[in-house]
């Protein structure tokens, strides 16, 4: 149980691609082909939809109070390191509001920005702590569960993106990078790493030096976003 909150290291950090990050991996694509092939069962079943959500919920809601908590009680508090203002922590908050009010306006925004930068960190973990840390558990079970309700809406409720939707999801981003990189420079912080890259490796470090990466994550961003909607162009969706 030390283990399991213990925010000292002892001489062990995660390691990218080791057992434990490939169960992980592979736990995420279990979990969605598990909702694809019964999606029909569940969307017919107003109870299965109901619990569907609700362990997703779970899955958003639980970790993140777990890690404040851990940040309470560990003495972590710092607005500079520890507000929900990364990219992942904001479309996780947008995947709560989503799964509760089934709303058509934060869907696009959960599903195309949710599963892309969720996706992302599952592959290139900005992660220190190791399993069995609770940390390393936060932070899998959070983008998992972004990941999941995105395509809850897609196959079980039916909602479907747009061609204008992604334009209005790359207008919220860049809204979101001047409040963002606003509150960076007056907290001396580097949410959304808009000051610089984060220092484990991500596919950040391939991008280029400052500030040129941000234009660059701006086109892989559109790129993604495009690549995302192309099974639903002319009734192809799943």
């Given at each position: 149980?030390?283990?399991?909150?213990?925010?000292?290291?002892?001489?062990?950090?995660?390691?990218?691609?080791?057992?434990?990050?490939?169960?992980?991996?592979?736990?995420?694509?279990?979990?969605?082909?598990?909702?694809?092939?019964?999606?029909?069962?569940?969307?017919?079943?107003?109870?299965?939809?109901?619990?569907?959500?609700?362990?997703?919920?779970?899955?958003?809601?639980?970790?993140?109070?777990?890690?404040?908590?851990?940040?309470?009680?560990?003495?972590?508090?710092?607005?500079?390191?520890?507000?929900?203002?990364?990219?992942?922590?904001?479309?996780?908050?947008?995947?709560?509001?989503?799964?509760?009010?089934?709303?058509?306006?934060?869907?696009?925004?959960?599903?195309?920005?949710?599963?892309?930068?969720?996706?992302?960190?599952?592959?290139?973990?900005?992660?220190?702590y190791p399993f069995p840390h609770f940390r390393f558990f936060h932070f899998f079970i959070a983008h998992i569960a972004i990941i999941l309700a995105s395509l809850y809406m897609t196959w079980i409720e039916r909602f479907r993106p747009t061609w204008k939707s992604i334009g209005a999801v790359m207008i919220f981003?860049?809204?979101?990078?001047?409040?963002?990189?606003?509150?960076?420079?007056?907290?001396?912080?580097?949410?959304?790493?808009?000051?610089?890259?984060?220092?484990?490796?991500?596919?950040?470090?391939?991008?280029?030096?400052?500030?040129?990466?941000?234009?660059?994550?701006?086109?892989?961003?559109?790129?993604?976003?495009?690549?995302?909607?192309?099974?639903?162009?002319?009734?192809?969706?799943?």
């Amino acid at each position: 149980m030390h283990a399991f909150f213990d925010s000292e290291l002892s001489g062990s950090r995660f390691q990218a691609y080791s057992w434990s990050h490939i169960a992980m991996i592979a736990a995420l694509i279990a979990l969605a082909a598990i909702l694809f092939r019964f999606r029909s069962n569940i969307a017919n079943h107003r109870r299965a939809r109901y619990a569907v959500r609700m362990i997703l919920l779970l899955g958003l809601v639980v970790p993140e109070a777990g890690l404040f908590y851990w940040y309470a009680v560990e003495g972590l508090w710092n607005v500079r390191y520890t507000l929900p203002l990364e990219l992942c922590s904001i479309t996780q908050l947008l995947a709560v509001a989503m799964l509760l009010t089934r709303s058509r306006l934060l869907y696009p925004i959960v599903f195309f920005a949710g599963i892309g930068g969720a996706l992302q960190a599952m592959l290139t973990p900005d992660l220190i702590y190791p399993f069995p840390h609770f940390r390393f558990f936060h932070f899998f079970i959070a983008h998992i569960a972004i990941i999941l309700a995105s395509l809850y809406m897609t196959w079980i409720e039916r909602f479907r993106p747009t061609w204008k939707s992604i334009g209005a999801v790359m207008i919220f981003l860049n809204v979101l990078v001047i409040v963002v990189g606003g509150l960076d420079y007056g907290l001396d912080a580097n949410y959304m790493f808009l000051r610089h890259k984060p220092e484990a490796a991500s596919l950040l470090s391939l991008l280029g030096p400052y500030p040129y990466y941000l234009a660059v994550e701006e086109l892989i961003a559109l790129a993604i976003f495009t690549l995302m909607y192309l099974p639903f162009i002319r009734g192809k969706q799943p």
